[in-house]
Each structure stands twice: as C-alpha cells, then as structure tokens.
C-alpha cells in the first residue's frame, strides 16, 4: 500500500513548498462571486453542501424511483430496493437533481472550478452536458412540465440570488432573468437591500412558477409567490410567512397546494402544506424536533418525499400523504460507477489506544471522501493557487473506514493545538490491505504548560444547519479538537431558538473527564454589538435580542449595559464576541451605536474575543486602546462555529482560549467556575494556532506588578509553541512593539528572556502572528496574543488622553442614535440609556487627568 519512500519524499517536497510560501497566501470564501451579506448564512442554509448522507432528491415521472445528491455524486434508486447506483463520480460535487418528463435525463448543479453550473446527464449513456458557463452560482434548477423550459437560480449579471428561465435548444440553454432586480427601500440587516427570488418550482401545466421572494420584507428570505409567465405576470401571494433559505416550496400535481419547509411556532423546520389560492392557513404534515427540508411531491400526488436529519445526518423519508405512513429510503448496498477500494485509518495515542482526531482525505480524483457513519464538514474559505476546492474533514473516534478511488491518497490529521499536524500520501489499491496508524505528536511544551485548559466561549450547537446536533456530539466534537471546556451559546436565528430546550445552570451531563459542555447564551442585537453570557447560573435571560425595527422588539432597551448586569447577577462572565474588522472611527459619517466602550467603563466586559470571527489585529488595536484606559478585560478566543453546519466557519475550538487553572477540580461545577474564574481574573491567552506564554517578574498574565517611583525594569520571559509556522514573535507594551523576536529554522518554537526598561505604569503582553492565512489554520491569518501583565507605579494605573478621546467621542455618536430613536416603549428607557452613558464617559473622563 505504501508509496516507495523516493516518491513520499519527492512529493512531500511539494506539498510543504507550498505550506511554506503561506505567507503570500491569499484566503478567500467559498464562491466569493456572491454579492449578498452574510455568506456564512445562506451559504450552508441554501447553497448545496458535502455531507455524507442525501442532501436533495427527485421522483422519476412514473413514481417509482428516486435520484438524489449524496456525498458529492448522483445516485438512483428504486423506492421498493435498498441497493443505490451510483450516476456521476466528479469531476467536482454533483448535487440537486430534477429528472425530465420524459424521463431520459437529469438536470443538477455541479461544483467545480470555483462555481456552480448546470449540467444534463443522459440515463442511457451516462454522458454529462454543461448547459451553463458564466463562472456563477447556478443551483435549483426545475424542467417544465414540457421538458422545453429550464427554470432555475443564478448569480449571473449582478452576483445576487434572481430567478432564470431559459429555453432548452439543442443542448443548450438560452436563459434570461424572471424579473427585474429591485431594491426594497425597507432596512435590512442580514439579507441584501436588493430583493431576491428563490426555489423556481412550475405549475402542473406549466403557465408560471411558484417561488420565495422579498419584496419590502425585512426579515427572513421572503414569502411564497405565484407569477404567471402568460398574460398577467403580476405576482400573487401565496403564503406571508418568515422563512429562512430553506422554505423550498413543492406544488401538487393537482396544482391546489403547496408543500414548504416551515419553522412557524417552532424551533425546528418541519413540512407544512397550504393552499395556492392565498387564501388558506397551512397545517402541519410532519412533527419533530428535527429539520424536514427539500420536499418533493410524487407524480401521482400520494407521497412526499424528503431530507430529514433526526438521526443526526440526514436521511430520506418517503411519506403517504394519507395516513402518514412513514418509510426511509434505506441504502443498503452501492454500485459504484468507477473501480473503488476500502481505506482504514487508524489515529491512537502514544499508549497505542485510539483517540478522537479531525481528519481530511483528498483521493486521487481530488475530491474529498469521509465515512458513511461521519459528518462531513467543509472550511468557509481557501486560496485559490494552493488548492481547488475548500478543505473538507470529517471528525473520527479513531477508527475510521472510507471508500475512495485508487491511487494516492492524501491524509491530514489534526488534533487541537498541542499536537503536531500530521500528513501522510498512501497509494492504495483494491487488491491490498489499505490501512494505516497514525499518531499524533505532542509539542514539545514548556514545564508550566500543565494547568493550562482550553476552551471555545462561542459555539452554536444547532443553528439551521444540514445536521442535528446533541450535547453527546459537540462534546465528541470539542474531544476531536482537544478542547476541555465549551460553551454552546443559545441563541434566536430568526424567530426560533434552536438548543432553548438545552438550557441548565450545571454542565451537561454528556461532558465527559475531558470536556466539559455548558449551555449559555447570546444577546443578539447588531444595533449594540453582540455579548457572551457564560455561566449563567439560573436562567436564560429574555428577551435575546433588542432593536429588530418593524417588530414587538423596536426598542433599543434593553442595552448591552442592563443585560449585562443582570448576567453578572447570574454569576456569569460577560464578554464582547466577534468584534471589528477595522477599528470604529467616531467621525465617519455612518452610524456608530456598538456599545463596547460604554460597557467596559462601567465594568461589565469581563472578556473580549480578540481572537473570533472578526480581523483580529484590527480588534486588538480597540482592545489596547481600553488597557490604556486602565480597564482590565481578558482575552479570549471564540470561534462562533455553528456546529451542526456543513459548511462553517470551525470546527470547534479553531480560536480558542486557554485558561491557567490552578486549583485541581473533580465535579462539573468545580470545572467550570475554576476555568470561569481564570477567565475573569486574566489568566488566559487567545489564539487559533499558536501558543504562546508570559511572565514578568515572576507573574502571569492578568497579574498585576507593582512597582516604585524609581523602578524602571522588568524582566520577562516568554515561551512560543505552533503547529504552523509564524511570522512575528513580539512583545507589547502599552500598544507598541517593545521588542521583535528572530525566529529560526522552522518559526514554531522559541523561548525568550530579558529585561526592559518601562516609562510608567501600562501592561505587557505577548503576541505571534502571521502575515497572511496558511491552509492548515481555517482562519484568516494565524494568530496568538496573551492577556496582559498589569504594571503600575505607586498604586497608579495606566492614562491616556488618546484613548479617552477615542472612546468619548465614540459614545457621543451613540448619543446621537439614542436620542434620535424614536421606537421606545416608553421614556424611562430612553432615559437609562442615557444615564449609563454619561457614567461611562465619567470614566473616560478621569483617564484624560
């Protein structure tokens, strides 16, 4: 099985080239061409994704099979056979399949060289056509009753969603936009002010279409709507209804209803029928705690079927539509369109047990290939010159068992950040045993490392996403990133509130001796900037969210500042997530209303995502502009992973942080308020890769040094541990690089010493960063920061009139927008948020004396 050692070797050459020159990397998202907020959103609730299990489907005319995208390739099968034939084999991921009327051939998106375009595949020769080549996104795409009509979506023209209908000439495709774009006037923040049209599916005789749309709508992806392609072409409403990407709706073939995906009332998609006559309520077809999506009606009107995920991963369901009688689409046995072999992995310990990992294979047609019992899960970015297609991984208990094509095979291990990253190239076959151990090696840590416990402070456990998750899960997930401690932040996606029902004061009892999972939350509003509540001790603190104009939560009340107080009532840590992707300027002229400064001057932040979903440097630079205030916030590391997503900005623990806990802790509860509280008192550092430690004069970060009129030295020393390597190696002082460290041979490891001269009080700290991304760290570029080590001078702290300045003109803008709100509920709460910010720059005043 094993390449000859000349041929690793020579290729190895290659591949750490490449690694090599990330610092010239250019990170970029998946299917950048798409104009429209939000990526991370409708990238995983509406675009097609990798997973293991079926993702979409289509009936044959006669009712008696079905077609369905599943692990990135086509496959048909008889709804009375458990044996699956498998269509197309790449190149690229197949996914979305609509069969003809005719039954001789099968439209579906194709995933390859960074765009999504329709193809036909012939049944009877299996040859595939590309009908589409505008370098877009192209999905959805629908026949006509006639089989002369495509209806479909495309990105093509303006990089937004809009409908296309295009007739079928010869093979080719001849297609213009449904409508003409339009910009909604209504604000909208988490979808485009340019309205979109989406899910084409046509009426039974084929005179319009039905499909979701957003005309003045400012919440959700729209409402159902009918337009007829003859005569009058004004659209119809059919159902006003919030929906969220996923809506999909199916017409009858009686062309009296319409099946959707719906959350209405609930937490959770489920299947929902209502009239095409706008007139009738819709009631529910299916019930559960799951997603139930992708629906599709067969041809003679007596059964849906559909993608449901109540196991987990997703599966298909075929349901009577009388009597609901329920059968899943069972594939037991594969036929695999090309020559195929088995592969074995196997990931242990130094002990030689088997332990949790992530896991990447690429095969030698350079698809990426995962178990049949894994999620498959895809980063939400990647350069373009190293590779073409985004990394996808799955997560392994140890033991792992794949199928994939012959020949070489490339294998990428991670487990968390105190392991080196491990790479291999087999050359598998058919004919051989193909397997393969492989153990992960520890880094080389400093001695004080051992107290030092890692922990993600933003997860979402179940967010919309193609999966279902459960504590069970995110805690084998956070073991397969090595992380001890997680928090799954609860939290509204539109209406609903998925892992609600999750909430407790104690940890999960699925933590296990390595994780600890506890359930917390997330106060939701983009108007103040979205807080961390950790540790919360005894209930959800609703509501979630304020300041959604155009609803029963108008007001700007409650303000960041109450609701943190009230979670410091809870014993909870309050923290600042995915903050800036540029500092904020006070004299721009767009509004400004985030209300970090307030918050921290009134010290309620406890902790701040320097490392999260946002530019870390850009975010450091506000965070040091506050320690020069004297204001004392840890850093902290959150990856905000929606963990039940396909596609995601992750895995778990991708930025993290680490928390020093001194006192040994048995209980859950122990657990948690030994990390909570290293977490409050400073004792952390923040990173997505490299590790990195501080002590000056003897003290750890968050400490506090104080020194006499007449001292002017300190000594550090200092500790650098990475699993890729980095560019800059620096010490912090007040803001400023005090001193830049030369690192050699491979940039992952240092260990520094020496003594500095300071001009007053301040704080220190230690960073390591990158210029630019590296494939092997999902993030944009690496990065690593300790919290810092206070120093003031006879019992004084830190002042400056910069930073005040910054921060008083920054909350005089917020003035602005409190005064000229015009949505409370009553003036009291005008008024309290006008008295937390004039104590707020009552503080900020101090620090200019």
């Not at 048909?76 to 979305?96: H, I, K, N």
């Not at 996808?392 to 033991?399: L, T, V």
Request: negative net charge; charged residues 20%; glycine residues 8%.
């Amino acid at each position: 099985m094993q390449l000859s050692k000349w041929l690793i070797g020579m290729l190895f050459l290659v591949i750490l080239a490449g690694f090599s020159t990330a610092a010239q990397a250019d990170r970029e998202p998946v299917l950048k061409q798409i104009r429209v907020p939000h990526d991370y959103y409708f990238r995983e609730m509406y675009l097609p994704q990798l997973t293991s299990g079926p993702s979409s489907l289509a009936w044959s005319p006669d009712g008696k099979e079905i077609i369905y995208s599943m692990q990135g390739s086509l496959w048909r099968q008889s709804v009375d056979s458990t044996v699956a034939e498998q269509l197309t084999a790449g190149p690229g991921y197949d996914y979305q399949p609509d069969w003809s009327p005719d039954g001789q051939s099968i439209v579906f998106v194709r995933y390859d060289s960074d765009a999504m375009e329709l193809n036909t595949l012939d049944l009877a020769s299996g040859e595939v056509t590309q009908l589409t080549d505008n370098g877009g996104v192209n999905l959805e795409p629908r026949w006509s009753p006639d089989g002369a009509r495509l209806a479909y979506v495309s990105t093509e023209i303006t990089g937004r969603f809009h409908v296309f209908v295009g007739d079928l000439l010869e093979d080719s495709l001849v297609a213009a936009p449904l409508v003409e774009e339009r910009e909604s006037v209504i604000p909208r923040y988490y979808y485009s002010s340019f309205d979109h049209e989406l899910s084409p599916v046509w009426l039974p005789d084929g005179s319009g279409l039905v499909y979701v749309s957003n005309p003045e709508i400012p919440y959700g992806t729209g409402s159902i709507w009918m337009r007829s392609l003859e005569g009058d072409t004004t659209p119809r409403l059919v159902r006003k209804e919030e929906t969220a990407w996923k809506a999909r709706p199916a017409v009858s073939p009686d062309g009296k209803r319409v099946a959707y995906s719906s959350y209405l009332g609930r937490q959770w998609h489920q299947l929902w029928v209502t009239g095409i006559d706008g007139i009738a309520e819709p009631f529910p077809l299916t019930y559960g705690e799951y997603e139930v999506t992708a629906a599709r009606w067969s041809a003679d009107g007596s059964k849906v079927a559909y993608v449901a995920n109540e196991s987990g991963d997703t599966e298909i369901r075929v349901q009577e539509i009388i009597g609901g009688k329920v059968r899943k689409l069972v594939v037991g046995e594969k036929r695999y369109l090309n020559a195929v072999a088995d592969l074995n992995i196997r990931i242990v310990d130094d002990a030689g047990k088997p332990v949790a990992a992530r896991v990447s294979v690429v095969a030698s047609d350079g698809r990426s290939y995962a178990p049949v019992d894994s999620w498959v899960h895809a980063d939400d970015g990647f350069d373009r010159s190293l590779s073409d297609f985004e990394t996808q991984y799955f997560h392994s208990a140890g033991d792992s068992r794949l199928t994939v094509p012959p020949g070489v095979i490339r294998i990428t291990v991670w487990r968390g950040m105190e392991y080196e990253i491990e790479r291999r190239l087999v050359n598998i076959s058919a004919q051989s045993d193909n397997s393969i151990q492989i153990s992960p090696t520890p880094l080389n840590m400093p001695d004080e490392w051992s107290n030092w416990q890692s922990g993600d402070v933003h997860v979402h456990m179940n967010y919309g996403g193609a999966y279902r998750n459960t504590p069970e899960n995110l805690v084998f997930q956070a073991e397969a990133e090595d992380l001890d401690v997680i928090f799954n932040l609860i939290v509204n996606k539109e209406q609903r509130v998925p892992d609600i029902a999750y909430f407790s004061g104690e940890p999960d009892t699925a933590s296990s001796d390595n994780t600890l999972l506890m359930h917390s939350q997330e106060f939701h509003t983009s108007f103040w900037g979205h807080m961390g509540l950790i540790g919360l001790d005894d209930h959800l603190l609703v509501p979630d969210y304020s300041a959604y104009p155009g609803t029963g939560a108008a007001s700007i009340y409650p303000d960041n500042a109450t609701i943190a107080a009230l979670a410091h009532e809870q014993q909870a840590a309050v923290g600042y997530v995915h903050p800036f992707y540029a500092p904020p300027d006070p004299a721009a002229d767009e509004p400004l209303t985030n209300a970090l400064p307030v918050d921290a001057a009134l010290g309620l932040v406890d902790y701040y995502e320097v490392v999260g979903f946002a530019y870390h440097r850009p975010s450091a630079e506000v965070w040091y502009r506050l320690l020069n205030c004297g204001i004392r916030i840890a850093a902290a590391g959150g990856t905000d992973a929606m963990a039940n997503y396909a596609s995601l900005r992750g895995p778990v623990g991708i930025n993290r942080t680490y928390v020093n806990v001194a006192d040994e802790a048995s209980s859950g509860s122990d657990r948690r308020d030994a990390w909570l509280n290293g977490l409050k008192a400073g004792h952390t550092m923040a990173t997505n890769g490299p590790l990195v430690g501080l002590t000056v004069n003897g003290r750890e970060q968050g400490s506090e040094i104080v020194l006499s009129a007449d001292e002017g030295s300190v000594r550090f020393s200092g500790s650098l541990r990475s699993i890729v390597p980095v560019d800059h190696l620096e010490l912090v002082y007040n803001g400023q690089v005090l001193q830049s460290f030369t690192l050699d041979g491979e940039r992952t490891t240092a260990d520094v010493s020496g003594t500095v001269m300071l001009d007053g009080p301040g704080w220190l700290l230690l960073r390591a960063w990158s210029d630019a991304a590296n494939p092997l760290i999902f993030d944009i570029y690496p990065y690593a920061t300790t919290s810092p080590v206070y120093v003031s001078v006879e019992g004084k702290r830190i002042q400056s009139s910069e930073a005040a300045d910054y921060f008083i003109d920054w909350i005089n803008r917020i003035r602005e927008s409190v005064e000229t709100h015009s949505d409370y509920n009553n003036d009291a709460e005008r008024l309290a948020i006008l008295s937390n910010l004039d104590r707020a720059t009552e503080v900020y005043e101090m620090c200019r004396q």
